[in-house]
Nanobody
Framework: QVQLVESGGGLVQAGDSLTLSCTAS????????AGWFRQAPGKEREFVAV????????VYADSVKGRFTVSRDNTKNAMYLQMNNLQPDDTARYYC?????????????????WGQGTQVTVSS
């Protein structure tokens, strides 16, 4: 099965940038759709961005569109999230996830494989 590990989170000030990384174990990742999700305390886990198995298609949540960029490098079994102009509302634990390519979706319920998450905290 696919195992995912996130890294790159930290404490930053509003307006700063961060790049998150997700490294996958297992040869099936390169044929999976993948995505980033986030969850703040007391809130539901929400969609941030998804990317198709070959990187050809991406979809972003309205709240991050224009600020975040998702990419992947299948030669390294890796996915990335470049986050620019971070705001306090972006504070959350960020998770990477993957799913088979039956459908290109954005709902967390459709992603069976998850990492442990990495914390992003944005101060004002």
């Amino acid at each position: 099965q696919v195992q995912l590990v996130e890294s790159g989170g930290g404490l930053v000030q509003a307006g700063d940038s961060l790049t998150l990384s997700c490294t996958a174990s297992g040869r099936t990742f390169k044929s999976h759709h993948a995505g980033w999700f986030r969850q703040a305390p007391g809130k539901e886990r929400e969609f941030v961005a998804v990317i198709s198995w070959n990187g050809g298609n991406t979809v972003y949540a309205d709240s991050v569109k224009g600020r975040f960029t998702v990419s992947r490098d299948n030669t390294k079994n890796a996915m990335y999230l470049q986050m620019n102009n971070l705001q306090p509302d972006d504070t959350a634990r960020y998770y990477c996830a993957s799913r088979v390519t039956t459908r290109f979706t954005t709902s967390p319920d459709t992603f069976p494989f998850w990492g442990q998450g990495t914390q992003v905290t944005v101060s004002s």
